[in-house]
C-alpha cells in the first residue's frame, strides 16, 4: 500500500462556464422569480385599487395595463367578480350621497306597449331581467322623480357592497342625467359614444377614472353595469 498523507494533491481542473452555461443553469430561477414579481405587483395594485383612487388610475391606466399590469387587466375585462371588487369603491361614494338624505316617492303608474297599467315599481324591477327599459311622456309626469328614486333604492338600501348589490339587481347603476352633459365631448365614433363620454364622467365622480375605454366597454358587455338616463328629451 502507498499513503499520501500530507503530501499536495494532483491539480484538479476547473473552467469557469461561459455566459450562455451560466444563463443555462440560472435561467429558471430568474424566470420563476420573474414571474412572481409580477403576480406579487399585479395582486398588489388590484388590492389597493378597492380602497384608493390613485391605485385605481394605475390599476386602470392603458399603458400599464399593456405591459406590467397584463394580468389584472385580463381579469378586470372577463371576469365579473374582478370587476365588482374595483366598483366596490364608486359604491361606497354614491352611498354616501344616497343615506345622507332620503326622497319621498310615491310609485307611478304606467301604461305598457299592451296597454296593460303596472305601477312604476314593478316596471322598474324587470329591469334586472329585461335589460332595457324606456320610460315616455309628457313634462311633469314624475320622470325624473322615478330616476331619483332608482338612485336612491339601488345604492341606499342595506346592501353596502358591489357585490351585495349585484346579487339583488343584477347590475352596478351608472345614473346619467343627460341635462348635465348637453355637450360631452368624445372621441369615438358611433351612436353610443356620447352615452360612454357621459359615463366616464359619472364614474369619475364617484371616484373611478378610465383611461381605458374599452375598460368600461367590456364591463358594460359583460352586464356588470347598466346605465340608467334621465332627460334625453332635453338634449
Given at each position: ?17 461561459g455566459?450562455?452555461?451560466?444563463f ?14 409580477f403576480?406579487?405587483l ?7 385599487a ?32 374582478a ?5 366596490d369603491?364608486y359604491v361606497r ?6 343615506t ?11 301604461a305598457?306597449?299592451d ?5 312604476s ?9 329585461a ?10 309626469m314624475?320622470?325624473?322623480?322615478m ?7 339601488h ?12 346579487r ?8 346619467i ?11 369615438e365614433?358611433?351612436a353610443?359614444?356620447w ?11 364617484g ?8 375598460l ?5 358587455s359583460?352586464?356588470?353595469l ?10
Amino acid at each position: 500500500t502507498q499513503a499520501n498523507i500530507g503530501q499536495p494533491s494532483e491539480a484538479i481542473p476547473f473552467v469557469t462556464p461561459g455566459s450562455s452555461a451560466w444563463f443555462a443553469i440560472w435561467w429558471k430561477v430568474i424566470a420563476a422569480n420573474s414571474f412572481a414579481l409580477f403576480a406579487a405587483l399585479n395582486l398588489l395594485v388590484f388590492a389597493a385599487a378597492r380602497y384608493s383612487t390613485a391605485a385605481w388610475r394605475l390599476a386602470t391606466d392603458e399603458f400599464w395595463g399593456k405591459s406590467a399590469l397584463l394580468l389584472q387587466s385580463l381579469l378586470l375585462r372577463h371576469w365579473r367578480s374582478a370587476q365588482l371588487w374595483l366598483l366596490d369603491l364608486y359604491v361606497r361614494e354614491h352611498r354616501k350621497a344616497a343615506t345622507s338624505k332620503t326622497l319621498p316617492y310615491l310609485p307611478l303608474p304606467l301604461a305598457g306597449p299592451d296597454g296593460k297599467i303596472a305601477d312604476s315599481d314593478a316596471v322598474l324591477a324587470r329591469f334586472s331581467a329585461a335589460r332595457h327599459l324606456w320610460v315616455q311622456g309628457g313634462t311633469g309626469m314624475g320622470k325624473t322623480a322615478m330616476f331619483l328614486h332608482l338612485r336612491q333604492t339601488h345604492f341606499g338600501g342595506a346592501e353596502n357592497t358591489a357585490f351585495a348589490i349585484y346579487r339583488r339587481d343584477g347590475y352596478v347603476l351608472v345614473p346619467i342625467e343627460a341635462r348635465r352633459f348637453p355637450e360631452a365631448p368624445f372621441d369615438e365614433k358611433g351612436a353610443s359614444a356620447w352615452v360612454i363620454a357621459c359615463a366616464l364622467s359619472v364614474l369619475s365622480e364617484g371616484g373611478l377614472s378610465f383611461e381605458d375605454h374599452g375598460l368600461l366597454r367590456a364591463m358594460l358587455s359583460k352586464g356588470t353595469l347598466a346605465i340608467a338616463i334621465d332627460g334625453l328629451n332635453e338634449v
